[in-house]
């Protein structure tokens, strides 16, 4: 490690690994995780897809309309292959020749009131409401990576608070939206600022924050708030029918993140890598002093870091590029890519699959985000033991198995089927959430937020598919499972040949990044007894 990041890191370590500072900055930031899980959900209850059949003309009027399930407006319903009723068509029987619907009847029992139901996307309009959950997702990805960008270059507060204000007006103002096509626009943007652009920049700053071996502990906490925010969505819809009253409620939670322009710090780290010494030092000094630590040396620290400054200077040019200028580097980016790609298919597929699952829709998606509070806690236990490589592994491998379970089991079992998705969530769940953590400790800071950044939006890329992915049911049931189980099994694989990162300084320089875990992998750890070194300094000391 050079002698630039040795004076940070001692300067760092007067923080200890975790006080009151942290915590009380930690505590505020994990509201944005809380936020962010709500919008990104959302559109589950928004864009709910009830149980529907045809409008039957000769027995209902636009006005007048029997109950969905009546006998005697199913008996004018044709029987799919599987023995189901048709939703999209109905017999004529003046020619007793199968026509396509006009129009809907719909089952109130769950989904009250939907953007699919004002607009009728259903049956050969269903891609359109495929296409408003992909744009949605487009969105994430657009914010993803331009506003980690944004957050490597002019910083990780500001970024933050600027995204969470505008996502404070967007995601009330699209509720007022009745036009599908000004509702693509809007949810294009909500995607923007509503999830990974605020997300992020908050999980950067907290991992910056604590010692290696809080790391674990704190990365998984907050990102149980994007879970807890998953639920709070869940319990907000079943009480509230209205999807208007309903997106406005989940918009106005953003109001709790107002103060984050003055309660928050920018993160010393990253002050530190832009050259701007004395700020850093002047925000570890404060947080010293809130830990009731002893008082540090400011003019030592900053008289040191300035010595430094034409290494401040090239480090703080680094940008997105750099992260595949280099071959360990590169090859290591692909692979964690390759892990946001696949674990995010697989957990937003069985997410946004919820109402499709036999039940209510909001217990359900309900219960898919309390079964991740168990899969943090259990891997907040075993992360420091096991490590972060094989663990990801682990988690991805049973996260496939399931998938392939849920597309063997019978249909005429849908209580298993719900269980054994709900179980697929959980393992999948795991490896997203270890992925965050891993990427933080695999890049540098120079490039953390950035390449943080573009890993989700590679994740948001799969979540942009997720919903066209899932209309291949009606080719064949068990072929979006299917796809799930194989993005799971390979992402997997591929994890085993990334570094261990387990109580490792994190890197700060390109070159401390490049030359972290040479040679380290789990076939090198399984088969060599040859040691390899996990950590080359760039400049020995």
């Known amino acids: 490690m050079s002698g630039k990041e040795d004076d940070l890191e001692s300067l760092m370590s007067h923080l200890g690994e975790f006080g009151k500072y942290q915590l009380y900055q930690s505590i505020l930031l994990m509201v944005t995780a809380l936020t962010a899980g709500m919008h990104t959900l959302s559109i589950v209850p928004i864009n709910g897809i009830p149980n529907h059949r045809c409008q039957v003309p000769w027995l209902e009027n636009g006005t007048d309309f029997l109950p969905w ?74 914010g993803s990576f331009t506003l980690g960008f944004l957050a490597d270059k002019y910083g990780r507060k500001r970024t933050q608070c600027c995204t969470q204000t505008i996502q404070l007006v967007v995601s009330i103002g699209i509720a007022f939206i009745n036009n599908y096509y000004v509702y693509l626009v809007a949810s294009f943007f909500y995607g923007v600022f509503g999830s990974a652009g605020a997300y992020i920049p908050a999980f950067v700053i907290v991992m910056e924050l604590v010692g290696p071996t809080k790391r674990t502990t704190c990365g998984l906490v907050f990102q149980a708030m994007f879970a807890v925010g998953i639920m709070l969505v869940a319990a907000w819809a079943y009480f509230i029918p209205n999807y208007v009253t309903l997106q406005v409620i989940i918009g106005l939670h953003g109001v709790v993140t107002f103060g984050h322009w003055w309660l928050i710090d920018e993160s010393p780290r990253w002050l530190w890598s832009q050259g701007r010494i004395a700020e850093s030092v002047n925000i570890v000094s404060k947080a010293v002093k809130f830990n009731g630590g002893d008082k540090i040396d400011r003019a030592y620290y900053v008289s040191k870091g300035k010595m430094k400054t034409g290494s401040a200077e090239a480090t703080s040019s680094a940008g997105f590029l750099d992260l595949f200028k280099t071959p360990r580097l590169r090859l290591r980016m692909i692979y964690l890519s390759y892990n946001w790609f696949a674990d995010s298919i697989a957990y937003y597929g069985l997410s946004l699959a919820s109402d499709n699952m036999v039940g209510n829709p909001f217990f359900i998606l309900f219960v898919l985000g309390l079964v991740e509070i168990p899969c943090y806690i259990l891997i907040m236990l075993m992360l420091d033991r096991t490590g972060r490589r094989s663990l990801t592994s682990i988690m991805l491998f049973l996260g496939a198995v399931s998938c392939l379970v849920v597309a063997l089991i019978p249909k005429d079992m849908p209580n ?126």
């Open 416 to 541: 298993v089927i719900t269980a054994v998705a709900c179980l697929g969530k959980f393992c999948v769940s795991g490896g997203f959430a270890i992925i965050f953590n891993y990427s933080a400790e695999l890049l540098p800071t120079v490039v953390r937020n950035v390449g943080i950044g573009f890993g989700s939006a590679c994740a948001r890329v799969a979540a942009m598919l997720c919903p066209l992915i899932l209309l291949l049911d009606s080719i064949d049931k068990s072929l979006p499972t299917l796809t799930f189980a194989l993005a799971a099994f390979t992402s997997g694989l591929f994890t085993l040949f990334l570094p261990e990162t387990l109580n490792k300084p994190m890197p700060q320089s390109m070159e401390d990044g490049e030359n972290f875990g040479v040679g380290d992998t789990a076939f090198n750890a399984c088969c060599s007894r040859k040691k390899t070194d996990d950590y080359r300094p760039a400049n020995p000391i």
């Open 69 to 142: 399930d009546s006998p005697s407006a199913l008996a004018a319903i044709p029987l799919n292959p599987d023995g189901s009723y048709s939703s999209c068509f109905l017999i004529n029987p003046t020619t007793n020749l199968t026509e396509a619907c006009t129009g809907w009847v719909y089952d109130r029992t769950h989904f009250k009131d939907t953007r699919t139901v004002e607009w009728d996307l259903v049956c050969d309009k269903k891609w359109l409401g495929a296409l408003s959950k992909s744009i949605f997702m487009l969105g994430v990805f657009t």
